[in-house]
């Protein structure tokens, strides 16, 4: 029996089509792996993640060394969940660093800054809200500052 060429093309196509759709709605596993996790139907809620919020920072000179300075400003910026960053400029030296909530305060942290030449500057703070504070700040060199946040 001698079947022609188009006949057998036909066939191996039909046949090639016929596989594919079979297998289309399948995942194939190779045998010894693990089949993979399916996502569930379930959908879960996200809490918001809080804004970072940045606020002025303005150190008033409360002793004599300080008043050389002048009023200095900075900035705090807040992750909202008791810690940010904190940055200033006192004599041409930049400073850097973190403020910190102490735990199971309510609204007290303190704020440690080092200098671009090597000097540190530290504070101690409370917020009376949530964008409002105040505190005091001292240079390692003795200067002191009264600090107010917000407003």
């Known amino acids: 029996m001698n079947i022609p060429r188009s006949v057998t093309f036909v066939r191996l196509a039909l046949a090639a089509t016929l596989s594919a759709t079979a297998l289309s709605g399948c995942y194939v596993v190779p045998l010894g792996q693990p089949a993979p ?14 804004v970072a919020q940045t606020f002025s920072a303005r ?3 409360s ?8 009023t200095i400003g900075g900035t705090v910026t807040s992750d909202m969940n008791g810690r940010g960053h904190f940055n200033a400029q006192i004599g ?3 400073f850097q660093g ?9 609204g007290t942290g303190v ?17 009376n809200s949530a964008t ?9 060199s ?10």
């Open 37 to 50: 996790n399916l996502p569930s139907q379930q959908s879960y809620a996200v809490a918001p993640v809080p």
């Open 59 to 61: 150190l008033y000179p």
């Open 63 to 70: 002793n004599a060394e300080a008043a050389r300075y002048g």
């Open 92 to 94: 041409g030296e930049q």
């Open 98 to 106: 973190e403020a910190t909530r102490v735990a199971g305060s309510r």
């Open 111 to 127: 704020a440690n800054a080092t200098g671009s030449r090597g000097g540190n500057l530290s504070c101690q703070y409370t917020m």
């Open 132 to 140: 409002l504070g105040s505190g005091q700040c001292v240079l390692n």
């Open 142 to 151: 003795g200067p002191a500052f009264t600090m107010h946040i917000g407003g």
